[in-house]
């Protein structure tokens, strides 16, 4: 007489543990969204720091605004 022969049973994942994954997921999304704006953040400071200690000043007064705007 020959065993048994044993079946894989089926089984899924629990809902619970899927929207946990999920959830998980789009925690380390939001993390790595948010240490990529600091990230700009401090560069763009960064870039602003460096540009005021540069004193340049042009020779002719520089008009910076938009087309349209009264100054």
């Known amino acids: ?3 048994p022969l044993l079946q894989p049973i089926a089984t899924s994942t629990p809902a619970h543990t899927a929207q946990y994954h999920s959830s998980l997921k789009q925690q380390m999304a939001d993390n790595e969204h948010h240490v990529h ?3 700009l953040t401090e560069l763009n400071n960064s870039k602003v720091n460096n540009q005021a200690n540069f004193n ?3 020779e002719k007064p520089v008009n910076v605004l938009p087309v349209g705007v009264a100054s």
């Open 56 to 58: 340049m000043k042009p």
């Open 37 to 39: 704006t600091n990230r």
């Open 1 to 3: 007489e020959l065993p």
